[in-house]
């Protein structure tokens, strides 16, 4: 095994987020379902965004979120994802490597923008995404830098990576090398509905060569097609060695072969936007996790993440996680 | 007089604000002073981005935020900016139009990118402001559009522009319009050290051409050269016919003639970042006047909207201020 020069590894699709406070008649004017991620080409990014209201930008992106998380709780973290070279991934690489996060990933000189997601946030602080890839469809295998790979304890991918076979490619070379150089392997299902797209792909992918799988109870209930939350904990419990289900409001729980830690959620004063908050649940948990903690208290740190990206806009922590936790004990 | 299309037509520097939070070691390590407004070349811009922490951006720029916050009033505003057409360019126009605000100077096509401000944000939330004025040299006197001047009831403008000879030109064409038109202007001094930098400059001005004047506290300090807030205040009186004079939380003070309207500030929760309080009671204030409301109301509603906009990150308003001001019965 050579070096361990990272904790935690990311994988995922390079976003800008442009947030934007909408009314619940915007979302029925739209025709969206609250709460979803669609993809969105470009002619629709167009028009969405004429219609939008005032937005303000920040840095997102599932697994770019967690490596931020990761390396905001002080854990050493890289990430793999496809940006343009132009202002937008200017942005997005100046935020990723100020949080102390290793990213190398080459830009795009031509094709596509930037990615962006239109992030919508209605009075209830729910968000609902509307993502256009832009550059992200360049990133390939060929991305896949083995060096950081083998010097990661944990490759965590975003099961969004699933909906372009390049990056699927690109996710399967990645835990290949993961694998053949006995690191562990992690994956986030990211969406119910990017589970209703991969089922089976999802399915095999774990049983066949991940180690710890993150999913919200609408994603393993999916993953499973059951509406028993402890049926589908019960079937991931022999799928994968450990599995990560939040619940939102009603905390997590994490199956370990036998084991089973149940932790509540944190109280949080106000709910501003959720976005983010599985990403950053995902970042406290491996923090935790590779530093060889308890489940229970990996939990606690993975909520602790979580209640404090929703309690303001933006997916990616506006404090260091790493103060924050010691303030809480956690640390 | 043509048709009165606009209450407020504001013409400044279009600003991408970059906003990070910082400790004061930080404002120290880079020989900051805080609270003050920096304009920074090229290569500190660089400099300084690759040093600071992760951020948001948001659209700025003192007189755009006024105008986005004339149009949340319900207001008419219109807006001269120079931006260039790039994506921060896009999102600045963006974020002005789905305001409700017309903002129809054309882009430059070549030349530096759109303006950037790198605001930083320390834990007392004082913000300390350095600006690379970018695409913003491109504004010229040929940016001033006749027939939008005709049409506002009030043109103002923001005292940076006095930094750079063309923006000074674009400013004293567009008064020459206004006054011509028998349309009232008016001007904000935007900053202690702007005021240093063109006292005498100011002056004439205020004297010769405008009938509304905005100065905080130390600003007006400044302009008369005295430490006497009322010797200040009585010295405007005699030179300017409306002179709104903010002093953070001791309120603000309005002459006009021998009137004077002392207002307090309003009681605020939390103040998170102080970015864009003058430039949202300015637009309170003159949302008000153009609709002929007595004084004190156009004062209250100056200091609603101050009150707003320090309470978040961002110096554009998140919030209707229509419906804040109905609310609190104001409106």
């Known amino acids: 095994m050579t070096d361990t020069r990272f904790d935690v590894l990311t994988i995922g699709n390079a976003i800008v987020d442009v947030i934007a406070r909408v009314g619940d008649d915007f979302i029925a004017r739209e025709k969206l379902v609250k709460g979803s991620m669609n993809l969105i080409d470009e002619a629709r990014a167009e028009q969405l965004y004429a219609v939008m209201g005032p937005a303000q930008e920040v840095s997102?992106?599932?697994?770019?979120?967690?490596?931020?998380?990761?390396?905001?709780?002080?854990?050493?973290?890289?990430?793999?994802?496809?940006?343009?070279?132009?202002?937008?991934?200017?942005?997005?690489?100046?935020?990723?490597?100020?949080?102390?996060v290793h990213f190398e990933t080459a830009a795009a000189t031509d094709g596509p923008a930037t990615a962006?997601?239109?992030?919508?946030?209605?009075?209830?602080?729910?968000?609902?995404?509307?993502?256009?890839?832009?550059?992200?469809?360049?990133?390939?295998?060929?991305?896949?830098?083995?060096?950081?790979?083998?010097?990661?304890?944990?490759?965590?991918?975003?099961?969004?990576?699933?909906?372009?076979?390049?990056?699927?490619?690109?996710?399967?070379?990645?835990?290949?090398?993961?694998?053949?150089?006995?690191?562990?392997t992690s994956v986030t299902l990211s969406d119910s509905f990017?589970?209703?797209?991969?089922?089976?792909?999802?399915?095999?992918?774990?049983?066949?060569?991940?180690?710890?799988?993150?999913?919200?109870?609408?994603?393993?209930?999916?993953?499973?097609?059951?509406?028993?939350?402890n049926g589908a904990m019960e079937a991931i419990r022999k799928d994968c060695a450990v599995a990560v289900l939040t619940r939102s409001e009603k905390g997590s729980v994490i199956v370990r072969g036998t084991e089973t830690v149940e932790v509540p959620a944190r109280a949080i004063a106000k709910v501003v936007d959720v976005t983010g908050a599985g990403d950053l649940y995902a970042a406290g948990?491996?923090?935790?996790?590779?530093?060889?903690?308890?489940?229970?208290?990996?939990?606690e740190l993975g909520g602790l993440a979580a209640a404090e990206v929703i309690s303001h806009v933006g997916a990616r922590p506006e404090v260091?996680?790493?103060?924050?936790?010691?303030?809480?004990?956690?640390?």
Chains 1, 2 share one sequence.
């Open 60 to 100: 997102g992106g599932s697994a770019g979120n967690t490596a931020a998380g990761v390396a905001s709780f002080g854990g050493k973290a890289a990430y793999f994802g496809k940006i343009k070279k132009d202002q937008l991934g200017d942005i997005y690489r100046h935020d990723m490597r100020s949080q102390g």
């Open 116 to 184: 962006r997601s239109f992030i919508l946030v209605t009075p209830d602080s729910e968000r609902t995404m509307n993502t256009y890839l832009g550059a992200c469809v360049n990133l390939t295998a060929a991305d896949i830098d083995d060096a950081t790979v083998k010097a990661s304890r944990v490759t965590y991918m975003e099961g969004y990576l699933y909906d372009r076979p390049e990056a699927k490619d690109a996710f399967r070379r990645a835990s290949d090398i993961a694998r053949a150089a006995n690191r562990l």
């Open 194 to 229: 990017c589970v209703e797209r991969h089922r089976d792909d999802f399915l095999h992918l774990i049983r066949s060569r991940i180690d710890i799988v993150f999913a919200n109870e609408t994603e393993i209930k999916s993953l499973y097609q059951t509406q028993n939350f």
């Open 285 to 299: 948990f491996l923090f935790g996790f590779t530093r060889e903690m308890p489940l229970r208290r990996c939990a």
């Open 320 to 331: 260091s996680l790493r103060e924050h936790a010691g303030e809480a004990g956690l640390l």
